[in-house]
């Protein structure tokens, strides 16, 4: 009888929990019974008066801006009240017929890929695959509609100026752009409004954010290119959404696993648990980030396509999100646009400075204070070694300060400098335009790169584009993606376009490791072959290596051929058209999965959606 009643209760449950999210979803893509007659009241009035909608913004949102020939219009920018668009008003007659109903496969029938990028309006990589993304969008359909979720103060047009000087992306068709304006929870996801529990609360914030969006404008393809997975969960849930994800790095990791007392719930690990503030402290945060990390495997399981910025990510990725992942959804790699093309086809080889250059944000990541602790030894060895200072290569800072926090780590690498005495030998150039800093690419010999773990590496790409040799922590993306010149396979530190180096301060640098090899090499994993070892200089022997004890390594002719090839590699692999062309193979196997979505839908809310 007990099972009975249990099982009773379930169905009901299940039938009611069915029913509040078919409700939730009505509410948000289903206008009021009266929408067409109210809509043609105000598109016949006189003058222009706002649309009543209540709280259905989205629902009419969504009709006006499929049915108009300027959807730019219906931004929520000045206030979230509807106007109707003049030109929209003129053609009523169009404007009217354009609201029918059209069947999934009606080749007509326009789509809404909504971008999910609350920072639109900023300059970094995260932006260039942002506005790279949506101009492919376009390209890719006339019925194409891309809506813009930001929480920017910028105006549309002024989003849209920015992000076509700063990325070079031309021909933006901004009729076709919608911006949708989130206010309300603009702020719960930033780190800083979080100073515990981070992640959970941006995870918390990103979903109250994404319910924020679709109460103004719900899409019928959902993009992520912010790396905000709790918008996923409304998304899917209620909507049914096809989910883009394009992954920059993964919100939690196994190797953050790695800094815990505790890292895994097993009885070898918590037989050295002591009832300590400390202990429960580590045993908690175990818990959290375990709790974290399944929650992020499971929010990998609703996404339809995944692609990743490169092969560091893409293992990730692969890792957390390929066991829970749907028998349909694709992992994939899709290189950030680095505009390679242009920065090759631009160039000019001329006279070239003996000269390191360093491109990077004055964060603490980026271990400024690594890089300068080398130089000086490798400053001090070449003194011992009776070399002149006209040919000993200068080490050059090129970056901005976005933050406080950037500006602070600027001042302490400069007082590094003033300690260690070198001022002489090191420059930095603050908050330069990109033509600065293309003019710097093209003068400098070398480049230099010293993140563990750098994701991608835009700043890399950028050196082999425009004839830099690059000397790269061997690691991540810089390692696995883009200096990836042919090599002797035992001397894996030199190849053809590049050198790398590694550091006893990285995480995955092990004593045990360390037997036998050359003084200042040091022997870890590689990451290419967890199986396999490799050994690599540290960056004082690097530099000792290639302007001491075997100068013929740093000699004008091989620099001359290493960038001629280091120009040829990256050319195509990080073009944007190469960008684009995969870009816009992903947008029509999401407009597959729409189409099918649409046409297994049996409730009534097809008839209006």
């Given amino acids: 009888m007990n099972t009975i009643l249990l099982l009773q209760i379930a169905i009901i449950g299940a039938f009611l929990i069915n029913l509040a999210f078919r409700a939730v979803q009505r509410f948000f893509i289903i206008p009021s019974h009266d929408w067409r007659e109210k809509i043609e009241k105000v598109v016949n009035y006189p003058s222009a008066i706002y649309l009543k909608v209540g709280k259905k913004r989205s629902s009419y949102r969504r009709r006006l801006v499929l049915a108009s020939k300027k959807p730019s219009f219906y931004t929520n920018y000045v206030n979230n009240k509807l106007k109707i668009d003049d030109g929209d008003r003129e053609s009523k007659t169009e404007f009217l017929e354009s609201m029918k109903h059209r069947q999934p496969q009606d080749k007509q029938r326009k789509l809404l890929y909504g971008f999910f990028h609350p920072y639109a309006s900023n300059g970094g990589g995260g932006e260039r695959v942002l506005w790279l993304a949506v101009k492919a969008t376009l390209a890719a359909s006339d019925e194409n509609l891309c809506v813009m979720y930001v929480t920017s103060d910028l105006e549309p047009l002024q989003i849209l100026r920015k992000a076509e000087e700063k990325f070079q992306v031309e021909g933006l068709d901004h009729k076709r ?18 100073p515990n529990v981070t992640l959970l609360g941006q995870l918390i914030g990103s979903f109250m954010l994404s319910m924020e969006a679709l109460y103004e404008l719900t899409p019928d393809i959902w993009i992520d290119t912010m790396g905000l997975p709790g918008s996923y969960l409304a998304v899917s849930w209620i909507l049914n959404l096809p989910i883009l994800s394009y992954v920059h790095y993964p919100i939690i990791q196994d190797e953050m696993f790695s800094k815990l007392k505790f890292q895994k719930f097993s009885l070898v690990q918590f037989a050295k648990f002591k009832f300590t503030v400390s202990d429960v402290r580590q ?187 690059p000397l790269c922590h061997a690691s991540a993306g810089p390692y696995l993606d883009i200096v990836t010149g042919g090599n002797d396979g035992k001397n894996k530190w030199l190849n053809e376009v590049g050198y790398f180096f590694k550091d006893k301060s990285d995480p995955d640098y092990h004593e045990s490791l360390q037997t036998g090899q050359p003084e200042g090499f040091l022997v870890f994993e590689d990451p290419q072959d967890r199986k396999s070892l490799i050994e690599m200089p540290d960056l004082e022997t690097l530099l000792s290596t290639l302007f001491i004890t075997r100068r013929e390594l740093s000699a004008d002719a091989l620099l001359a051929d290493m960038r001629s090839k280091g120009m040829a590699l990256v050319e195509s692999k990080f073009s944007n058209d190469a960008f684009v062309r995969k870009w816009v193979s992903s947008c029509n196997i999401l407009k597959t999965i729409e189409i099918t979505n649409r046409e297994n839908r049996k409730s009534d809310t097809e008839k209006f959606f």
Wanted: glycine fraction near 6%; aromatic fraction near 14%.
């Fill in 177 to 194: 752009i919608i911006f949708i304006y989130l206010r309300k929870y603009s702020a719960w996801i930033d780190s800083n409004f979080w």
């Fill in 283 to 469: 045993t908690l945060k175990l818990v959290y980030w375990s709790i974290l990390y399944h929650f992020y495997a499971y929010l990998g399981s609703l996404v339809n396509i995944a692609l990743t910025n490169g092969s560091w990510t893409y293992n990730h990725i692969t890792n957390i999100w390929g066991d829970s992942a749907r028998n349909d959804s694709r992992i994939e790699i899709l290189y950030p646009p680095c505009g390679t093309e242009y920065l090759v086809e631009s160039h000019s080889e001329g006279s070239r400075k003996n000269t390191i250059l360093y491109i990077a944000q004055f964060r603490a990541e980026k271990r400024h204070d690594l890089v300068l602790s080398h130089y000086y030894k490798f400053l001090e060895k070449s003194k011992r070694a009776n070399l002149t200072i006209e040919t000993l290569p200068r080490l050059s800072f090129l970056g901005s300060c976005r933050t406080p926090d950037d500006t602070a780590v600027l001042n302490s690498i400069k007082e590094k400098v003033k300690e260690l005495d070198i001022e002489a030998y090191v420059d930095f150039i603050i908050d330069c335009s990109y033509d600065e800093v293309l003019a710097n690419l093209s003068t400098s010999k070398f480049g230099l790169n010293a993140m563990w773990n750098e994701h991608f590496g835009i700043g890399v790409v950028e050196y082999l584009g425009r004839g830099v040799i």
